[in-house]
């Protein structure tokens, strides 16, 4: 794994349990919104899609660079749409970086040929 590629993954991953939050954030102030008077919707609302927008275009560049084959990359979008997706998306994201890190070891050490 290249280093562009890398670090493609590694903003995704970074992004993905912030997005996660968020969602959860916006539900919260969605029901107290229903059940009280507060109402902080629309700021949360704003954070969250920016967030979800910048998870977005961080997994399309995420997709190019890695050539995610189409089940992973419909797997790494329907993880930001679920309210906890991103949770799962990170963890994975932080498997396939350490098992990328270790593939590229074991070729500089001469272990495996690719």
């Known amino acids: 794994m290249d280093l562009k590629t890398a670090s493609a993954l590694r903003r995704l991953r970074l992004v993905s349990a912030p997005e ?5 954030l916006l539900l919260l102030c969605s ?13 949360m609302g704003r954070v969250h899609a920016v967030l979800f927008l910048l998870y977005l275009v961080l997994w399309a560049l995420a997709w190019y660079r890695t050539r995610w084959s189409l089940k992973t990359a419909a797997l790494y979008f329907v993880l930001a749409v679920l309210p906890t997706g991103g949770f799962f998306a990170e963890r994975r994201l932080r498997r396939e970086a350490e098992d990328a890190v270790i593939a590229s070891r074991a070729r500089q050490d001469g272990v495996v040929n690719a």
């Open 20 to 24: 996660a939050v968020s969602f959860l």
């Open 31 to 43: 029901m107290l919104k229903r059940t009280t008077d507060f109402n902080a919707v629309p700021v």
